[in-house]
């Protein structure tokens, strides 16, 4: 099993561009989620799903999209990249007690 | 609304020497389950021991163990015998009846010669 895998793991972007970060996992996990990261900070939720077609928003979903079209990929959307969305980005998926992270995906906007 | 709270920055511990590491919860979910991760330097997030609501003996797995206390709503995590290696930024978290994970700030530990 490869785990939960996410490209790109660096992007720095330019204020104003669009791009969408990958996540996938093959342990056939109904739960996937989103956090990012910040230098002090905890991570923070920002989308997450319980299963293939549902999502719901965390704690600060604001600037980003999702779905979840198949079990296996739960991609994150940036629409316009701003400054503040400069982080770490982690993706993750459970079945029950254990939760695996991704390796994160760096993203500076500029 | 849940919430976690680390109130230590910063931890030095000897190589050798037990540390514990707190960690405080506020939750009105009856049942909720509590995790410790462990982030290296490296960046990944590292999941290290987990703590149900309603077990009612303290978690272990090796060298780290969960002193979970329901009535003060605390749970510390004990690293035993510390290693040059357990250098790491580590989180409490907590997820509720929403399978949402809520995590503190962290403390970052440095182990000592």
């Known amino acids: 099993n490869a785990g939960v895998t996410q490209t790109p793991k660096f992007q720095v972007l330019k204020t104003g561009q669009s791009m969408t970060l990958q996540c996938a996992q093959d342990?056939?996990?109904?739960?996937m989620s989103w956090y990012r990261q910040d230098p002090g900070m905890g991570l923070r939720l920002i989308h997450y799903?319980?299963?293939?077609?549902?999502?719901d928003q965390g704690e600060v979903p604001n600037g980003y999209n999702v779905s979840r079209s198949t079990t296996e990929d739960f991609p994150l959307r940036l629409l316009s990249a701003a400054p503040s969305q400069t982080s770490v980005y982690f993706c993750?998926?459970?079945?029950?007690?254990?939760?695996?992270f991704g390796p994160g995906t760096r993203l500076t906007v500029t | 609304a849940q919430k976690i709270t680390q109130t230590q920055p910063g931890m030095f511990v000897q190589e050798k020497e037990a540390v514990t590491l707190d960690c405080t919860y506020d939750?009105?979910?009856?049942?909720?389950?509590l995790f410790w991760y462990k982030q290296p330097s490296s960046g990944e997030m590292i999941f290290l021991i987990y703590?149900?609501?309603?077990?009612?003996q303290n978690a272990t797995e090796g060298r780290y163990s969960l002193n979970f206390q329901k009535a003060r709503k605390s749970a510390n995590l004990v690293i035993s015998a510390s290693q040059l290696g357990d250098s790491a930024m580590y989180f409490c978290?907590?997820?509720?009846?929403?399978?949402?994970?809520?995590f503190g700030t962290g403390t970052r530990l440095q182990v000592t010669l």
């Open positions: 993750a998926s459970s079945r029950g007690v254990g939760q695996y």
């Open positions: 342990m056939n996990h109904e739960y």
């Open positions: 799903s319980v299963g293939a077609g549902i999502t």
């Open positions: 939750t009105s979910d009856q049942s909720y389950g």
């Open positions: 703590q149900g609501s309603y077990d009612e």
């Open positions: 978290a907590m997820r509720g009846t929403a399978s949402k994970l809520t």
